[in-house]
């Protein structure tokens, strides 16, 4: 039977693929993050809590598990956060990174990594698996080195990128969507940004392409966006649209205005012919992911 680690279990991605692979039951799968308990811990999920900064405890649970694939979807992701705070950005980017990688050469697994756009300059979107990073803020240097880890270690790996990822969890932290979503329901104003430009990615989009490319024993980068390449501020427009809110609230601003700590990649997109051809990827657009969005909140409160 394979044996499936999940890293960031309790993360966005992480609980769609809990979710998602749960139903498969010629998997193993053991569910960690580093908090204490597990969001589905009402369900029978197998859960351990795993920080993987922490080399011994990383060491010492692939030893016993044995996993045959590790999918690592833990990571600092606060991008101003991880600016001001850069040792801890590191650990958790980085050298949570090279500590997967010690552990599984050793029992012969291969790691499937989450990483991002922010790895480019926004300079020359939308971009290809082959088109060169050049990282302008702290996080996008600390995932670019997490990357380039996984490049030099001997075992097999893939790196699969992706873009403004939005959908809904249990206790996940707000992505762009939901914060749109929460102000315009509590009648805030809100300001929104015209000049960053990409593809917004529904979660279950990219969790059916990271289960692909375990499943097809795929190597190598994977870029792996939703379909429709659009501003932030349209991106809000459109949710208002969808849920029916109020869109007058949102003020249109440019990225200069904020005075955010760490610089945005302002144009970037990605172009996903590989992951189309070679995982059978077909992405949702805008709208069809929000429809989705819309159904799961609904359903949500129903139950």
């Known amino acids: 039977m394979k044996r499936i680690l999940i890293c960031g279990a309790n993360g966005l991605l992480g609980q769609r693929l809990a979710l998602m692979l749960s139903t498969q039951t010629e998997y193993e799968v053991l569910n960690t993050s580093h908090h204490r308990s597990f969001v589905f811990d009402d369900r029978l999920f197998d859960y351990t809590q795993l920080d993987i900064s922490r080399k011994g405890d990383v060491k010492s649970l692939i030893s016993s598990f044995q996993p045959t694939v590790i999918i690592n979807a833990a990571s600092a992701t606060n991008v101003d956060w991880c600016e001001d705070h850069r040792e801890e950005a590191w650990n958790a980017n980085v050298v949570g990174v090279e500590n997967l990688i010690d552990a599984a050469r050793k029992v012969g697994a291969r790691i499937i990594h989450l990483s991002t756009d922010y790895v480019f300059d926004g300079k020359q979107g939308p971009y290809g698996e082959d088109d060169r990073p050049n990282p302008i803020s702290y996080y996008g240097k600390s995932k670019l080195a997490g990357e380039n880890a996984l490049r030099i270690a ?12 939005y959908g809904s969890g249990l206790d996940v932290k707000q992505n ?128």
């Open 154 to 165: 001997d075992l097999p790996f893939a790196i699969v990128r992706t873009i403004v990822l």
């Open 176 to 303: 762009f969507a939901l914060w749109v979503l929460n102000s315009l329901k509590a009648g805030r104003h809100i300001r929104c940004v015209d000049d960053q430009i990409s593809n917004p990615t529904y979660v279950s989009d990219l969790a059916y392409a990271v289960v692909k490319v375990f499943e097809l024993t795929r190597q190598g980068v994977y870029h792996v966006c939703g379909g429709e390449r659009i501003s932030r501020y349209d991106f809000a427009v459109r949710i208002a649209s969808i849920f029916d809110l109020d869109s007058s609230l949102i003020d249109r601003i440019k990225t200069s205005d904020l005075q955010q700590p760490a610089p945005r990649p302002l144009v970037t997109g990605f172009i996903t012919l590989k992951a189309e051809s070679e995982l059978g990827f077909k992405p949702m657009d805008t709208t069809q992911g929000l429809t989705l969005l819309k159904r799961e909140l609904q359903n949500a409160r129903k139950n």
